[in-house]
């Protein structure tokens, strides 16, 4: 379950989404992959190291992750999936078309699935020569909406329908792409809700969660996680 961001992290406290996955009998990995904060200044700046790394080696780092776990007898090689929001959602996406493929399903979460598409969105209320030389790097990451084709593993794909910060328009584009390509994927949109935690209320919750929980059990691989 990859943070958002990129540049977050996840802490050793409560995490929600992770307990309900564990409540209902996952096992939940939270990876501090190139990019995240708080883990010292050669960590963060590997996300730009020969250029972005979203899509490759930031997504190894994710899948570096599973694959340890399986390695320590933990996890079931058949039996893992990708859940993230926001940089976590794009993840997710990117995971869906990687060969070889070590998910049996992927759930993205309020995903950019055209990054270009995401940074023309803030560059038109951006200012500053410095934040857009940076979002300028994430040009040459990988584009999920160009990757359609590839996608090999079912998708759950959520997105709230006033998401200011990742507007509803990456899913729709994506969805259209999932059509044309005729890939098995579902969709669920969250009425009222935001891109933030703080903005999904109750009703978003019990939506979201009873989604997520059912696609894994009965939609994830052959017969479901």
Not at 88 to 105: D, E, H, N
Not at 111 to 138: C, E, S, T
Not at 159 to 185: I, M, N
């Amino acid at each position: 379950m990859p943070h958002g961001g990129p540049f977050a992290r996840d802490y050793g406290g409560y995490d929600e989404w992770a307990q309900m996955l564990a409540n209902n009998g996952y096992l939940v990995v939270q990876p501090q992959y190139r990019g995240s904060t708080g883990f010292g200044i050669r960590l963060q700046q590997a996300a730009f190291a020969g250029g972005s790394q979203q899509g490759y080696g930031m997504q190894d780092d994710k899948d570096d992750a599973a694959t340890h776990l399986v390695g320590l007898g933990l996890a079931d090689p058949d039996r893992i999936a990708m859940y993230g929001w926001s940089y976590g959602g794009y993840a997710a996406l990117v995971a869906a078309s990687r060969t070889p493929q070590i998910y049996q399903c992927v759930i993205a979460g309020a995903a950019v699935a055209d990054p270009v598409m995401q940074i023309n969105y803030y560059r038109w209320d951006l200012q500053g020569a410095v934040r857009d030389r940076h979002v300028k790097f994430d040009e040459v990451g990988i584009k999920p909406v160009e990757d359609v084709d590839d996608v090999n593993v079912p998708i759950l794909l959520v997105h709230g329908d006033v998401d200011q910060r990742v507007p509803v328009d990456h899913a729709k584009k994506y969805l259209k792409l999932l059509d044309e390509y005729g890939k098995s994927y579902k969709y669920v949109e969250l009425e009222g809700a935001d891109h933030f935690t703080n903005t999904l209320f109750y009703d978003h919750k019990i939506k979201l969660y009873e989604s997520i929980v059912e696609y894994l059990a009965e939609d994830c691989g052959p017969g479901g996680l």
